[in-house]
């Protein structure tokens, strides 16, 4: 009897795991299989690829600054502060984070948009910023910085805050704390918030295509391309799906011991 | 140790906050180069004190005057970084990135001082406290008496008119603590600003402070020097810290001491009306039957507890009056002492001390 039961416990446990495995890693052997290893350098090198990696390039690397430069200030900001409208700006960070992307694309429409709420003050100017690499860029920043904030904020508010309290007693202002203390502390924190939210910038999809339009050279990112290329020819699809899939298991490698064990 | 110096240089402070639970209202003076000792049971108001002389909490009433500067009058608050003032706690709290050199010479860099200046400054700092040869090293490279030094120097670095001292030896080890306390010793002489130094220990309070002030429930219980103190505690903790048996009494003119727990003690010193009454635990004798002789207190009394230090023993008891004895070693043994037995305890008349309430 006793066998039989942890024969029939094994079974009812096991074979879903097992499917749960199947269900997160066969896709991806699916991908590697598919794969033509030897075209994969010059499908990357065709004249759609190299603008489109160029752009995701440049357009991340500015989420990944915008992050930093402003990301850092606000995370600062929430991890000192114990005031009840501090969680609810929290709470508010969190919301692009479940936000389905798309619907976050057409709510930077209506802030930007000819017709936005920001958008309308700057027509008059000659400023537009939908379907544009600017556009690009507010789309992955909006997907991503609430990555970057919550991680940091995590990062700070494990320092002892006494140590604040002594360096003001040494006639340290807070942007001197934070710039020679604070900071320095939490670089470990900053560079994984800075992969994480990298990582997701570069496979920023929904919001890109819906703000930012498709259009090659000037908003077509390598997520958008792949999505093109897949109708097209799909083993330039697969080529840079693989790259993508290098990336990030190398954005892995760097947050690995900070969130990973 | 105090000075001829002008009214108003020191620090004259009147600290009314509440914080969580406890309400503080503490006054505070000194004259330039004095160190008084804030001693209390935890939770009692200390580091609320140290925390608003700092400036990291703000006044709701009071005032705080260094130097002749006003740091806060309930109204106007100056912020830390403004506050000519040195901070040490008990955990040293050293940038663990920088350097021992790095870590003194962050106060003055960030008072403006040239980088190569502040380097100098704490170059000196840190002979001043002998670990010029540790400059290059880490915080945690550092044993933790030496970061403790550290950290003094780097609260000195800045020439704070006043210094706080929040539990500095509380996180060592006794060999550590006790070296560290006479290295502490020697710096404090040779620095001329008021230091506040808050302990529970009172060997610290007693060899480095020259004024005690002792903090309950935010209040101030008793305040004086270490002899005024030492000799007539006012408080049942000022009596634990000192280490004598205390009691809140009522006297009379004929040497009658009526315990608030209904106890009788017999003093050759009277003192009439509200009293406190003290006994030395070393003038309490410990015997199996009653004693004869007088005019000497004996009370038959119950062992609650027995603790050994170093060659002697204190003894706990409880009854008609409530006595912690000290007795050698040979005498718990040659007596059989246990706890729950009863024994007579006996104390001279004369080594009974009153003062008013």
């Known amino acids: 009897m006793r066998y039989a039961g942890r024969w029939r416990s094994r079974v009812a446990l096991g074979v879903p795991a097992a499917l749960a495995l199947l269900l997160l890693v066969v896709p991806l052997v699916a991908l590697l299989l598919r794969a033509d290893w030897a075209r994969i350098p010059s499908d990357l090198a065709t004249p759609t690829v190299l603008p489109a990696l160029r752009l995701s390039l440049t357009t991340t690397s500015v989420t990944a600054v915008l992050c930093l430069l402003l990301g850092t200030p606000l995370a600062w900001f929430l991890a000192r502060s114990d005031h009840r409208a501090t969680s609810w700006v929290r709470a508010l960070l969190t919301v692009p984070l479940v936000l389905p992307p798309v619907v976050g694309g057409v709510a930077l429409l209506m802030t930007w948009g000819r017709n936005g709420l920001i958008g309308q003050h700057l027509a008059p100017f000659g400023i537009q910023i939908p379907f544009t690499t600017v556009a690009v860029m507010l789309a992955e920043t909006f997907v991503a910085m609430p990555y970057y904030v919550l991680a940091v904020e995590g990062a700070m508010?494990?320092?002892?805050?006494?140590?604040?309290?002594?360096?003001?007693?040494?006639?340290?202002?807070?942007?001197?704390?934070?710039?020679?203390?604070?900071?320095?502390?939490?670089?470990?924190?900053?560079?994984?918030?800075?992969?994480?939210?990298?990582?997701?910038?570069?496979?920023?999809?929904?919001?890109?295509?819906?703000?930012?339009?498709?259009?090659?050279?000037?908003?077509?990112?390598?997520?958008?391309?792949?999505?093109?290329?897949?109708?097209?020819?799909?083993?330039?699809?697969?080529?840079?799906?693989?790259?993508?899939?290098?990336?990030?298991?190398?954005?892995?490698?760097?947050?690995?011991?900070?969130?990973?064990? | 140790m105090s000075r001829l110096v002008p009214a108003g240089e020191g620090l004259d402070a009147r600290i009314c906050l509440s914080r969580g639970e406890i309400e503080v209202d503490v006054a505070l003076t000194a004259e330039p180069g004095q160190v008084i000792g804030v001693l209390g049971p935890n939770g009692g108001g200390k580091t609320t004190t140290v925390l608003a002389l700092a400036g990291v909490l703000a006044l709701g009433e009071g005032h705080i005057r260094v130097a002749g500067d006003v740091w806060d009058d309930g109204r106007r608050r100056l912020a830390p970084e403004q506050r000519a003032v040195g901070l040490m706690l008990a955990d040293s709290l050293l940038f663990p990135h920088l350097r021992a050199l790095d870590n003194v010479a962050f106060g003055p860099r960030s008072r403006g001082i040239s980088r190569h200046e502040a380097r100098e400054r704490a170059r000196t700092e840190l002979e001043r406290v002998g670990l010029s040869d540790r400059a290059t090293s880490r915080p945690r490279e550092l044993s933790s008496g030496q970061q403790?030094?550290?950290?003094?120097?780097?609260?000195?670095?800045?020439?704070?008119?006043?210094?706080?001292?929040?539990?500095?030896?509380?996180?060592?080890?006794?060999?550590?603590?006790?070296?560290?306390?006479?290295?502490?010793?020697?710096?404090?002489?040779?620095?001329?600003?008021?230091?506040?130094?808050?302990?529970?220990?009172?060997?610290?309070?007693?060899?480095?402070?020259?004024?005690?002030?002792?903090?309950?429930?935010?209040?101030?219980?008793?305040?004086?020097?270490?002899?005024?103190?030492?000799?007539?505690?006012?408080?049942?903790?000022?009596?634990?810290?000192?280490?004598?048996?205390?009691?809140?009494?009522?006297?009379?003119?004929?040497?009658?001491?009526?315990?608030?727990?209904?106890?009788?003690?017999?003093?050759?010193?009277?003192?009439?009306?509200?009293?406190?009454?003290?006994?030395?635990?070393?003038?309490?004798?410990?015997?199996?039957?009653?004693?004869?002789?007088?005019?000497?207190?004996?009370?038959?009394?119950?062992?609650?507890?027995?603790?050994?230090q170093g060659q002697s023993a204190r003894v706990g008891l409880v009854g008609d009056v409530a006595l912690t004895a000290e007795v050698t070693l040979e005498s718990v043994t040659a007596l059989g002492l246990q706890v729950g037995q009863g024994v007579w305890a006996a104390v001279k008349a004369t080594e009974v001390r009153t003062y008013p309430r």
Do not use: C, K
């Open chain 2, 148 to 308: 403790a030094r550290v950290a003094l120097a780097r609260a000195l670095a800045t020439d704070p008119a006043l210094l706080l001292l929040d539990e500095p030896l509380a996180a060592l080890d006794p060999d550590t603590r006790a070296r560290t306390r006479s290295d502490l010793a020697a710096r404090l002489t040779a620095y001329d600003g008021v230091t506040v130094l808050v302990t529970h220990d009172p060997l610290d309070a007693l060899t480095l402070a020259d004024h005690l002030v002792f903090v309950e429930d935010g209040r101030v219980t008793q305040a004086g020097t270490p002899a005024e103190v030492l000799s007539e505690p006012r408080s049942a903790y000022v009596g634990t810290v000192v280490g004598l048996n205390l009691y809140a009494a009522h006297g009379d003119s004929h040497g009658h001491v009526h315990t608030a727990d209904g106890g009788l003690i017999v003093t050759t010193s009277p003192t009439e009306g509200a009293v406190w009454a003290t006994i030395p635990p070393s003038a309490v004798s410990l015997h199996r039957h009653e004693p004869e002789g007088s005019p000497r207190n004996a009370w038959r009394l119950r062992i609650a507890s027995v603790t050994m």
């Open chain 1, 157 to 261: 508010r494990g320092l002892d805050p006494r140590l604040e309290s002594v360096a003001r007693t040494l006639g340290a202002s807070d942007l001197r704390y934070l710039r020679t203390v604070g900071i320095p502390l939490v670089l470990p924190g900053i560079a994984g918030g800075l992969a994480l939210a990298w990582a997701r910038a570069l496979g920023e999809f929904g919001a890109t295509i819906t703000f930012a339009g498709n259009f090659p050279g000037r908003t077509q990112t390598l997520p958008l391309l792949v999505y093109v290329e897949l109708e097209r020819d799909p083993q330039v699809a697969i080529s840079i799906s693989i790259m993508l899939l290098v990336v990030s298991v190398l954005v892995l490698g760097v947050l690995r011991g900070r969130w990973l064990r």
